[in-house]
């Protein structure tokens, strides 16, 4: 089946977000919304493939044909778009999972991802997601960019930040995350639907 990306119909319900890093990534011809520090959301499309998706960036010459059709309104149809597939997670249940047993951990260390972790960083954006930490952490929340594909949350109370920020550059810099999936050394706090530098 032949899809015709200058038909914004057929693409809308393809269009999915994810935070790129203006260090990190080359972003001059995405259509983007500046987030904080060096983070932007931007936009891409889940064609569908044989073997899942093969994402296509959203450019600007794209965007030429959808008439109408600005960041905003791809940021609110990425947002319908990926409802239903954003997660948060503790740290506890994920290793459990992972072990298949229970792990006891009172740690307050949450993930949020999507269901199948690709750009899942984005997920940090959903309202259903921003009322959950809203609920969970009234005073707010520190937010860590593990990488692309997730961010690690926890209680902006009694935490250290400079401690934060070096656990943030040291995994940024050990290899352990493939390099074009770094998102960015710069923790953030979130509160009541607004992210702050730290």
């Excluded at 935070?19 to 972003?27: P, Q, T, V």
């Excluded at 064609?47 to 093969?54: E, K, M, Q, R, S």
């Excluded at 951990?105 to 921003?130: F, H, N, R």
């Amino acid at each position: 089946m032949r899809l015709d990306m200058r038909d914004w119909q057929t693409m809308k319900p393809l269009v999915r977000s994810r935070l790129l890093s203006m260090e990190h990534h080359k972003l001059d011809n995405l259509p983007k919304i500046h987030i904080e520090m060096d983070m932007c959301q931007c936009f891409y499309l889940a064609l569908p493939a044989p073997d899942g998706i093969a994402p296509w960036d959203i450019t600007y010459e794209l965007m030429r044909y959808w008439h109408g059709v600005d960041e905003n309104t791809l940021a609110e149809v990425a947002e319908e778009n990926m409802k239903g597939t954003v997660c948060l997670m503790k740290m506890s249940d994920v290793l459990g999972a992972y072990m298949n047993e229970p792990v006891l951990d009172d740690s307050p260390l949450y993930i949020v991802t999507t269901e199948d972790s690709y750009c899942g960083a984005s997920a940090i954006l959903s309202k259903d997601i921003q009322k959950r930490l809203d609920d969970l952490f009234p005073s707010g929340c520190y937010v860590m960019p593990s990488s692309l594909h997730e961010m690690l949350v926890l209680s902006a109370d009694g935490q250290r930040l400079s401690e934060l920020q070096n656990i943030v550059r040291s995994i940024n810099r050990s290899g352990v995350v493939a390099e074009q999936d770094i998102l960015s050394d710069y923790v953030m706090k979130y509160q009541h639907g607004s992210f702050s530098p730290v």
